[in-house]
């Protein structure tokens, strides 16, 4: 490539002169290409430890002149041939004009001038770079893609220099993070090291510091474990290292691949060395970050963050922290945890002004809301920017709000019937707050169905009104009171201050009639409500009455869902949790319906109207419990992992306990899935969901904590699962909210009280305290470094499981080992995955189901087949085995989706590797009958359909049945049967009927089939160490099979079947014996026109002609025997099914040599020309070979039996595949150096 020139002062050094001119010199680095010696090895280490550019550019041009001892580096390249390129551009183009000049800098000026020109015009014509990557980065991402062989559509993220430590000795060498690999490459004095490893295929990354390894990272895959350590900056490294792996682990899940943004804000000062692609994933993980922290929606994007103070009213003091601006949201973290949380939506600002500096408040600046709330920042680095970027968002905020939510928040707007409830203060500053008990536009659907629940099912079905008058109903005024100067002091709705004071308020348990609000801001769920007026409006009519496999689950358990609370014993309640749980299901096919999402939803549905309830359903799935709620309860998993890990740190005497009992695994799911709701008393989990919805995950892994501890005696001396279990539970039965003023509500798991003695009662909120004393430490950012390394874990874990449980399903039928089996599904989903992301469009991803079995999941098209198959097959064939491939892919296709699956990739595979010779011949005989074999390869459209005329007789393959069966007397029987499953269960039937295929199922094969055949073995035996006696053997073989054919056609055309003919007649034209020497004569000749191929054998196979031609003759002179005649070697089942059979030309028997089925020979129905006029006027339509004959002539020859007999290491290959998978796509013309790599 052209170089804008560079100035190089020493050009001798480690460069070696291969051309020289008197303006121009070419340069090889020394050590590149042959040779090189001590020097080469020297500078090969040099290039690697230094990451010079000469790795991957070892030749270039230097422009000089004669007095100056100055040199300008003008073009280099990765390729002789590439710099060769340049060389003649430079002596054709340049030379003449410069021997003009008589000043030597005139010289240089103009070079460098047109150098310039050259690459401005490159410049122009290529494509714009989609992102600005750096010129050192684009240099090291080439490298990469020489080193490793990796496509352009590879990308790096980043490299580092460090060490990988190979036994004791760390080897120097260059780290590369691409999308979906991590790559090493170290040369030192010769010893080269390379490492390559999928990101997909890593199962735990590990930071740690050991004797051994000083700080060091730790990359364990299934096989292996590698050590990096000697980073500049490990934590940055080990941070991308976890990123990627997430990907990875993303995409593995749920078909989630990495796609660029490319929308990010450019930087206001350009980075050096960082990639587009790193800032893009530094990014997201900000965006991840801010989102967790203020519960905001998934599309929510960082812009910025500054330090600043903010001037908090109920204290008076100013707070220092950070403010975050984002799309939508302006929010403030204190430094000091606890001390104040901020959330200020932009739909609420009204004003943001920049107020006068002072020594004590320098660039302050202030916003104020709708709701009358103003609020001060201070210390601001870069204010008018900031003022300037709030003011860009506000313009793009909708300003005028929907009718839905610009409504007044009223909670005295229950059913009349019902008790008041007392009306917030007139003091209060904030008069529109998140809650729609009763909206003004209440959501209704189409007629005739049940009235929506407009508000909280609790307020409805309020059994007991004692309570509110006795000393319960007396302290939840008091709790109502606590928060009423609360939103005095602090604000009410989204822009309420957030402090400690706030988190006292909600262990202490948030009052009935405020629950639903206080929900709906701390979850964030009201933020995505306002953003969507009407969505679950819409989504409610678009969902009702349609029905699959989410709906069915939901109706089946909508009764068990709170069946003891009077809100779901009439059909009000269960209409309302049917169409919120439908509604998601169809908001979200990627979970649809989990089992818990009923529990949690109908207790969501008691203090919520439907809207926000399934808002807070969204926030729960989505956000708060990531992937709980998906088929296989992955994010569940991963948090119970992490609840075992803080088991060991917090409570090491149990842990070890409960891991010999099992009993971590069977009480966190419940536990974590329902949030406390299925295993302990409605009024006292409903605390705990309080307190989720504020502090989220965190609180629930120390509650649990805290459970086990308070129980740790008990369970300590527990000797089975059954026993821990019980204790848990009954402990769990008694946890009570003594200052619940709804009725207690029976408990199902009361049964395991047992005993006189009463139970010992536990207050909830007393268990809370004790959670926060021993546990409350526990970050939230820990939390999601946690999940991280158990996503990990448990997905891989998962992919194991599913791995074990495919390989089980197909082992039965299958030939290969357990550990072949493994192996060759290792190798297939690889292949798959990487159609995902090297593939050019996303149909492979969207090939995957995650709710079709394990063995439906992956599946390849026949271009992935086609590559597996070529690495893979012990039937080599060369330039042909691509075909053999897609017929091989056509025959396993059973349902013709252009697409298999594992089992029917082994099935296929086996066949060539397994069984004996008549097993593998089979295989090869299917191979060239339709459907393996394309109707374009052998016969045009009119043979094609005759091949399956309704005078087909013969027995049929599974495929012929196919076709029969939609035009037989079953689909009619099928069409007019009033009880369509009779049907559906007769077919099943069959399926399941074990019917092992005899080779007497096998259908004939024509004369251009059979020769398509010899030709494939042909191919086959081309690299064979026995070639000559092989290519001896068929050629032999062929012969005699020919002549078979002849007499098989000779007897098909007896007096007997004239009537048949006749009818016949009227499609085709059967050769009379009459004929039959003119047509043999008019092939030859056609034959003989075709190119003879030059091979070695053609002398072993010379003597061949005249023998069969004696032959040829004597079979003639026999040919007007009768029925009696001993050359009768059809039966008669066998002759009927000669007629049916496709017309194709014959070969006569002396003309076929292996000359004659070289790959350039001609013998198949390509290039549209019909068998007719390559052969001979005249279509013979009656040569067919059976499969017994081809076996019985193969079993003849000795060097075909042990061809076929003899055993092929699968391992060997799957090895030396994934050995050369990478190299796949790399097709430049890199030399690879025999030094430096």
């Not at 252009?898 to 296929?908: A, D, P, Q, R, Y």
């Not at 026999?1118 to 029925?1123: A, K, M, N, R, T």
């Not at 350039?1160 to 070979?1185: F, P």
């Amino acid at each position: 490539m052209w170089l804008g020139p560079e100035e190089v002062l020493l050009a001798g050094a480690l460069w070696v002169t291969e051309r020289a001119n008197p303006f121009f010199l070419l340069q090889r680095r020394r050590g590149h290409g042959k040779g090189g010696g001590l020097t080469g090895l020297l500078v090969g280490t040099l290039d690697v430890v230094l990451d010079s550019s000469a790795r991957v550019a070892p030749y270039r041009i230097l422009h000089q002149t004669q007095d100056s001892q100055v040199y300008w580096a003008v073009a280099c390249g990765s390729s002789r041939k590439e710099i060769t390129k340049h060389w003649e551009w430079l002596e054709n183009n340049l030379l003449q004009t410069l021997s003009i000049f008589d000043n030597e800098e005139d010289i240089t000026t103009f070079v460098k001038g047109k150098i310039h020109g050259i690459i401005a015009e490159e410049n122009k014509n290529e494509q714009p770079q989609s992102e600005e990557d750096p010129g050192k980065f684009k240099e090291a991402e080439l490298k990469m893609r020489k080193q490793f062989g990796m496509p352009e559509v590879e990308k790096l993220v980043n490299y580092y220099s460090c060490s990988y430590w190979k036994g004791r000795v760390p080897r120097q060498g260059w780290l590369y993070l691409t999308v979906n690999h991590l790559c090493f490459y170290s040369f030192l004095l010769g010893k080269e090291v390379t490492l390559v490893i999928q990101w997909v295929d890593v199962t735990q990354l590990e930071k740690n510091a050991t004797l051994l390894f000083p700080e060091c990272i730790k990359v364990s895959t299934r096989d292996s474990e590698l050590y990096f350590s000697m980073f500049l900056n490990i934590n940055e490294t080990f941070k991308l290292m976890e990123q990627l792996a997430n990907i990875a682990m993303r995409q593995l899940l749920d078909n989630e691949s990495f796609l660029q943004d490319k929308s990010l804000p450019k930087p206001r000062r350009p980075l050096k060395n960082i990639s587009a692609l790193k800032r893009d994933l530094d990014a997201r993980a900000k965006n991840e970050c801010y989102r967790a922290t203020f519960r905001l929606p998934k599309d929510e994007c960082l812009d910025g963050h500054t330090d600043c103070t903010l001037w908090t009213p109920f204290n008076k003091m100013h707070i220092p922290g950070q403010m975050f601006v984002s799309n939508n949201y302006i929010c403030f973290a204190s430094r000091a945890e606890e001390a104040c949380h901020l959330i200020i939506p932009l739909r609420e600002v009204t004003i943001v002004e920049k107020a006068d500096s002072s020594s004590v408040l320098p660039s302050p600046l202030s916003i104020s809301t709708k709701s009358k709330m103003t609020f001060f920042f201070a210390n601001l680095k870069d204010r008018d920017f900031l003022v300037q970027r709030i003011s860009d968002f506000l313009q793009r905020t909708p300003s005028k709000k929907p009718c839905a939510i610009d409504r007044e928040w009223k909670w005295n707007t229950a059913d009349p019937s019902s008790e008041e409830i007392p009306e917030l203060p007139s003091s209060s500053p904030l008069a529109v707050s998140p809650t729609s008990a009763l909206s003004h536009r209440p959501i209704s659907f189409s007629a005739g169905q049940v009235p929506t629940a407009s508000q909280g099912l609790l307020k409805l079905f309020r059994r007991n009104s004692e309570e509110l008058s006795g000393p319960k109903g007396a302290k939840e005024k008091m709790k109502e009171e606590s928060w009423n100067i609360h939103f005095f002091e602090y604000g009410r709705g989204m822009c309420m201050y957030r402090t400690a004071k706030t988190r006292e308020l909600v262990q202490k348990g948030i009052p009935e009639n405020l629950r639903g609000e206080l929900w709906l801001l701390f979850s964030g769920a009201w933020n995505e409500m306002v953003t969507h007026p009407g969505y679950y409006a819409d989504l409610v009519e678009k969902s009702m009455g349609r029905y699959n496999l989410a709906t069915e689950e939901i109706e089946r358990d909508l009764h068990r869902s709170m069946p003891e609370h009077p809100a779901f014993q009439n059909e009000l309640g269960i209409a309302a949790l049917r169409r919120v749980l439908t509604a998601y299901a169809f908001r979200n096919p990627t979970i649809g319906y989990c089992q818990a999402m009923n529990i949690v939803t109908s207790v969501l549905l008691l203090y919520c109207n439907e809207e926000e309830a399934f808002w807070l359903l969204v926030a729960l799935c989505e956000r708060m419990l990531p992937d709980y709620y998906n088929t296989r309860v992955v994010g569940a998993l991963v948090d119970q992992g992490i609840f075992e890990e803080l088991t060991r740190e917090y409570l090491p005497q149990l842990s070890e306990k409960m891991q010999d009992l099992g009993v971590i695994s069977t009480i966190s799911l419940s536990w974590f899935l329902t949030l406390f709701l299925s295993v302990m008393p409605f009024e006292s989990a409903v605390v705990i969901v309080d307190c989720f919805f504020y502090e989220g995950i965190k609180f629930i892994l120390q509650v649990s904590l805290a459970i086990l501890d308070a129980n740790m005696e008990k369970l300590l001396q527990c000797c089975d699962e059954g026993e821990a279990m019980t204790i848990l539970g009954r402990y769990l039965d008694n946890v009570v909210n003594r200052q619940s003023v709804s009725p207690p509500i029976p408990h199902l798991h009361a049964l395991l009280t047992s005993g006189d003695d009463p139970p010992l009662e536990i207050d909830i909120f007393e268990l809370i305290k004790t959670s926060y004393e021993k546990f409350g430490n526990l970050k939230a950012d820990d939390i999601e470094q946690m999940r991280f390394k158990q996503r990990l874990k448990v997905i891989q874990s998962l992919e194991d499981t599913a791995k074990k449980s495919v390989v089980r399903a197909v082992s039965g039928d299958i030939g290969f080992s357990m550990e072949e089996l493994e192996e060759l599904y290792v190798v297939f989903k690889a292949k798959y995955l990487m159609s995902c992301y090297w593939g050019n469009n996303r149909a492979a991803a969207a090939r995957r189901d995650q709710s079709l079995p394990y063995l439906e999941q992956y599946r390849i098209d026949m271009e992935q087949f086609k590559e597996l198959f070529i690495s893979l097959t012990p039937w080599a064939c060369g330039a042909h085995t691509p075909v053999l491939a897609g017929r091989l892919f056509r025959l396993l296709d059973e349902n013709r989706d252009s697409l298999i699956n594992f089992k029917e990739f082994v099935t296929g595979m086996s066949g060539m590797y397994h069984g004996d010779l008549t097993e593998k011949l089979k295989v090869l005989y299917k191979l060239h009958l339709p459907p393996a074999l394309n109707p374009e390869e052998t016969e045009s459209a009119l043979e094609a359909t005759s091949y399956f005329t309704e005078d087909v007789t013969t027995e049929e393959t599974q495929e012929d049945k196919g076709r029969k069966n939609e035009n037989g007397p079953e689909k009619e029987e099928k069409g007019t049967s009033p009880q369509d499953y009779r049907y559906y269960l007769r077919m099943w039937a069959k399926e399941k009927e074990n019917k092992k295929e005899t080779i007497k199922d096998l259908p004939k094969m024509s004369q251009e089939q059979f020769i398509e055949l010899c030709k494939t073995l042909y191919n086959m035996f081309s690299e064979d160490p026995v070639e000559q006696e092989l290519y001896h053997a068929i050629a032999t073989v062929a012969s005699l099979l020919l002549r078979i054919g002849e007499v098989g056609k000779k007897f098909s055309n007896r007096p007997t079947r004239k009537s048949e003919d006749c009818k016949a007649n009227n499609i085709q034209d059967p050769v009379s014996e009459e004929e039959s020497p003119t047509s043999e004569q008019s092939q030859n000749s056609a034959v003989e026109q075709q190119p003879q191929a030059d091979h070695e054998d053609k002398a072993s196979v010379d003597a061949q002609p005249e023998k069969t031609q004696q032959e040829n003759q004597t079979l003639g002179d026999g040919s007007g025997e009768g029925q009696g005649s001993p050359l009768q070697l059809l039966s008669d089942d066998e002759t009927k099914d000669d007629m049916s059979m496709s017309s194709y030309s014959m070969v006569s028997t002396g003309s076929l040599q292996c000359e004659d089925i070289a790959d350039d020979t001609v013998l198949v129905g390509c290039e549209g020309s019909s068998a007719a006029a390559r052969y001979g006027s005249t279509i013979d339509t009656d040569w067919s070979i059976s499969f017994e004959q081809i076996l019985a002539s193969m079993l003849t020859e000795t060097a075909l039996v042990n061809y076929f007999e003899k055993k092929v290491n699968i391992l060997q290959k799957i090895k030396d595949q994934k050995k050369v998978e990478r190299q796949f796509s790399s097709s430049s013309d890199y030399e690879l150096s025999s030094v430096s790599g």
